[in-house]
């Protein structure tokens, strides 16, 4: 499994991100993204709400990452379902989506309980 460390660095560290027109961060804007930066944001967005799971003392945490970061392939099946929801929910924002995609798998991450 990466760091979940390094790729909260990352994102910590990216300077610009592509926003629309009325200043709104849409799933839509993620998916004009390349792929590989698809991949690292719902990544990094699983990682996070892994942290909030486990700070929060919530079981999703574990479940979280068998569910995501068990393998690669299981990793990439996820990263398609995830897209395939972004492209259904164009105008909410993409942490939303993968937010509530997790919970249904795993049950409450902690933040929400």
């Known amino acids: 499994m990466r760091s979940v460390a390094l790729g ?4 910590v560290s990216l300077g610009t991100t ?6 709104r961060f849409t799933a839509a804007d993620v998916l004009g993204w390349e792929p590989s930066q698809k991949d690292w944001y719902f990544e990094v967005a699983t990682g996070m709400a892994t ?3 486990s700070r929060s003392r919530s ?3 574990r479940c979280i990452n068998d569910w995501y970061f068990a393998n690669d392939s299981l990793r990439a099946a996820r990263n398609n379902e995830m897209r395939a929801l972004l492209r ?7 942490s939303n989506v993968i937010a509530a995609v997790i919970e249904k798998e795993c049950g ?4 929400t309980q």
């Open 59 to 61: 079981p999703a945490a």
């Open 108 to 111: 409450p991450i902690g933040a």
């Open 8 to 11: 909260v660095a990352l994102a």
């Open 88 to 94: 259904r929910y164009r105008d909410y924002h993409p």
């Open 18 to 23: 592509v926003w629309a027109d009325d200043n």
């Open 51 to 53: 942290v909030v799971a």
